[in-house]
């Protein structure tokens, strides 16, 4: 995909190029777009994800990518979509995630955190210290879906104006990548540095792993039937989704299934 060439924009604005010292969080900040119908949007989110210093673009079933709609749209951000990754499934995409904030207006139907776009982008700009974290857009017609916004620990929305409140994809992701990078700004200088926490959060990956395990303990005591639809496993999905589970508590919990499944293998009859 070749590089296009722009002219100087009237309407470009100038974006402090401050380089952050030794590790910036915008490092660690996965941008991802879900089913985006329209390729322009893309070029779009790329060149706003560029001005706020974003570089992870993760694609998920776009319409159509690569394409020189893209480019273009993309203005001297060529080389974020050169590097972008596209993914079959937004469970793939954030596999390596510790903590996945999903944009939209749909809080009130969401029993997980809610939270306006600058209040989320400091608890994702923080929460980097763990590993990477994931900012998920859905597609431009219907937003996420529900199966979407269960992967998400945390929704965050625009407090726009209530009698019009639609935003298009590439602002909305300017909009929330200016509040990422105001917030790592504040985060490097508040400490004069960036340190890791000694607490790891555990990655999507290894929290999905935990459920499955779960699931097949759960269905081994009894607890749960496959064959009888219930609502168990979107609750329990929820619960530790208002929590950021750490690594060491998934394995904690794993080693709870393990033992009681060990357990009931012993109590069942000769």
Do not use: W
């Not at 952050?20 to 996965?30: E, N």
């Not at 985060?187 to 935990?210: C, N, P, R, V």
């Amino acid at each position: 995909m070749g590089k296009s060439v722009s002219q100087n924009d009237a309407n470009n604005v100038s974006v402090d190029q401050t380089e952050f010292s030794d590790f910036s969080p915008l490092q660690r900040v996965a941008v991802v777009l879900s089913h985006t119908s329209h390729p322009g949007n893309i070029g779009a989110a790329a060149r706003a994800m560029k001005t706020m210093g974003l570089t992870d673009l993760r694609l998920v079933n776009p319409r159509e990518f690569p394409s020189e709609v893209a480019t273009v749209r993309a203005t001297g951000a060529v080389d974020v979509l050169d590097a972008a990754r596209v993914f079959s499934s937004l469970s793939e995409a954030i596999a390596d995630c510790v903590y996945v904030v999903g944009s939209s207006a749909r809080g009130r139907d969401f029993v997980g955190e809610v939270m306006d776009a600058r209040t989320a982008a400091t608890t994702l700009a923080s929460t980097t210290s763990q590993g990477v974290v994931a900012i998920v857009f859905g597609c431009e017609t219907s937003g996420l879906t529900n199966a979407e916004v269960a992967l998400c620990q945390t929704l965050a929305y625009v407090p726009t104006n209530p009698d019009y409140s639609s935003l298009n994809l590439g602002s909305a992701v300017q909009v929330l990548g200016y509040e990422i990078r105001v917030a790592s700004m504040a985060l490097l200088g508040t400490t004069g540095g960036y340190k890791a926490s000694e607490l790891q959060l555990a990655t999507q990956a290894e929290i999905d792993a935990m459920y499955e395990h779960m699931k097949e303990t759960l269905t081994q005591i009894g607890f749960f039937r496959p064959d009888y639809p219930r609502k168990l496993f979107p609750r329990l999905q929820r619960l530790f989704n208002r929590t950021r589970l750490e690594r060491e508590e998934v394995d904690i919990f794993r080693g709870m299934f393990r033992s009681v499944s060990n357990y009931a293998k012993r109590e069942e009859p000769q």
